[in-house]
């Protein structure tokens, strides 16, 4: 079992940057792949980044743009998202997830993912 939780959310100005953060207990952090997803008012979860379980590999939802950078540090048990470039439309939850994995394989579907976060809230507004 893993706890994960967010943190890092908050209002920013459109343009602007934030960096989310998920810490992670349980086994040990290498175990897991990690992915981001974020939902919206009114509309499904959709996914926005994931990391393998050692860092290498990355990938990012097309409408990302190169605007985050999703990174780990496994001494720290904690995964991150830096956004930057911030636009209204990216106002949403925002939910980290994880996965036990002997692979370096990146899972881009949320039906992959067994442990979630509680999410935190980002709200892009002037």
């Known amino acids: 079992q893993v706890q994960l939780v967010e943190s890092g959310g908050g209002l920013v100005q459109p343009g602007g940057s934030l960096r989310l953060s998920c810490e992670a207990s349980?086994?040990?952090?290498?175990?897991?792949?990690m992915g981001w997803f974020r939902q919206a008012a009114g509309k499904e979860r959709e996914f926005v980044a994931a990391?393998?379980?050692?860092?290498?590999?990355?990938q990012y939802a097309t409408w990302v743009q190169r605007r985050f950078t999703v990174s780990r540090d496994n001494a720290k048990n904690t995964a991150y998202l830096q956004m930057n470039g911030l636009k209204p439309d990216d106002t949403a939850a925002y939910f980290c997830a994880a996965r036990i994995t002997v692979t370096g394989a990146l899972h881009l579907s949320e039906n992959d993912y067994v442990y979630w976060g509680q999410g935190t809230q980002v709200s892009v507004s002037s």
């Open positions: 349980g086994r040990p952090f290498s175990d897991y792949a």
């Open positions: 990391i393998s379980r050692a860092g290498t590999r990355t």
